[in-house]
């Protein structure tokens, strides 16, 4: 297996700047998981393939505005700051741009002298920092709130018109450096609808990191350090997976970061997912036996990237290959705001 087994050649053109609007009015395409065989559909007829009984596993977490601008102190060049993780006390795990000039002690004012960043750790190998950010009144959150940017992949260059463009209808607490974008198609009419239908609903949490934005670049995938993310299944999430599975429904996972959530949660001895909160540096490579999960709804993803292993690891490698040759043949759209597929 080489990293070059999961590139494709994704045309600028074919990576969505905007939304669906409606959101549920985007492409869908249907992959089966044993045959191969596939479908075209709209997303609002996705309860056409989901049966009462069957749970949709959906991740909660909502995106902070994380990325932040300043000036360096001394020699006032402009910085940028992503946020990707709070390890306590206002000290935050961020990329910074341009990083070769912030070593340990340098210091970025932040707006008019709103906050100071001051870099507290050197860079690891994959360009992470330790900032500590101080408000100069009141608390920080306040300021990044007031100040901070929706942080969009980089493939997107079209401004958002609306920062909810880019967050889930049943997203939560504000943790995530990106969104869980398959989650982006639902509207809260399809949900309901869903619900009066007998499909039954159940959240987790998965704080989306470093590895959204980066293709694998070593030959050998198995090579990669994937960065751990933090993740939560509750109690009540878990009781959901065993009840759906007494009562022979399908749990579906919304999304790669939901599955990667319950994949990390499930339990050998118990044969079943429990309620864990922790940090998952879980790497679905094809070759990984699924537990948890019986179908995925998800995106198109970026080639060579660790998203399209793992549903390469889901439903076969030549089944997903073949699969994004037709939807770039048939003009789907691609990435954070494109179209979407159904395995099942």
Request: charged residues 25%.
């Amino acid at each position: 297996m080489r990293t070059d087994d999961f590139d494709y050649d994704l045309p600028t053109g074919r990576i969505a700047q905007a939304p669906a609007d409606p959101r549920d009015s985007c492409r869908l395409l249907v992959l089966r998981r044993g045959a191969g065989a596939t479908e075209h559909r709209v997303f609002s007829e996705i309860g056409d393939y989901l049966r009462r009984g069957d749970l949709l596993v959906v991740n909660e977490t909502r995106v902070l505005p994380a990325r932040l601008r300043g000036i360096k102190e001394e020699g006032g060049a402009q910085i940028e700051f992503l946020l990707l993780r709070e390890r306590g006390a206002g000290t935050w795990e961020c990329l910074a741009r341009p990083g070769r000039r912030l070593k340990p002690g340098t210091r970025v004012v932040i707006g008019d002298g709103d906050a100071t960043a001051l870099v507290v750790g050197a860079s690891d190998e994959s360009g992470i920092r330790l900032v500590q950010f101080t408000a100069r009144e009141g608390r920080f959150m306040d300021v990044l709130h007031r100040l901070g940017e929706v942080p969009l992949p980089p493939y997107i260059t079209r401004p958002l018109e609306d920062p909810e463009e880019y967050q889930t209808v049943y997203s939560t607490d504000e943790r995530s450096a990106a969104a869980p974008t398959a989650g982006l198609h639902f509207t809260t009419a399809l949900l309901d609808g869903l619900v009066r239908e007998g499909v039954h609903i159940a959240r987790v949490e998965l704080d989306v990191g470093i590895d959204t934005f980066r293709p694998v670049s070593e030959d050998d995938p198995a090579l990669h350090h994937i960065h751990t993310e933090h993740y939560r299944v509750s109690e009540q999430a878990a009781a959901a997976v065993a009840e759906c599975r007494e009562r022979g429904g399908r749990v579906v996972a919304v999304g790669t970061t939901s599955a990667r959530s319950l994949e990390s949660a499930w339990n050998e001895e118990d044969g079943a997912v429990r309620a864990t909160e922790g940090n998952t540096s879980l790497f679905i490579l094809p070759g990984y036996e699924f537990r948890a999960v019986d179908a995925m709804i998800t995106n198109f993803h970026v080639p060579r990237s660790t998203l399209l292993m793992m549903i390469s690891a889901f439903t076969g490698r030549e089944n997903v290959m073949r699969a994004y040759g037709t939807a770039l043949a048939e003009g789907y759209r691609f990435l954070s705001f494109g179209d979407a597929m159904l395995i099942i």
